[in-house]
């Protein structure tokens, strides 16, 4: 319940600063900021993008094999 309640003002607090940090940014200079740019509780999804051939071997190997297996 504390985690909920701290991520819910987290939420609402980065919002605030992502706004004043736009208002007063130079267009020029700088893209806009995100809320999840200050927000500590929320973790960067940093993932490496999957090629199509490697999902068509993940999906191969959970769907396909997964079924010759059984039998």
Do not use: Q, Y
Request: hydrophobic content about 35%; proline content about 7%.
């Amino acid at each position: 319940m504390f985690d909920a309640r701290r991520s819910g003002n987290w939420a609402h607090t980065s919002e605030i600063l992502a706004m004043l940090a736009n208002v007063n940014r130079d267009p020029k200079k700088r893209a806009p900021f995100s809320a999840s740019d200050f927000n500590p509780c929320r973790k960067p999804l940093n993932r490496k993008p999957v090629s199509k051939k490697e999902a068509f071997s993940i999906l191969k190997a959970v769907f396909v094999d997964k079924e010759r297996s059984r039998t």
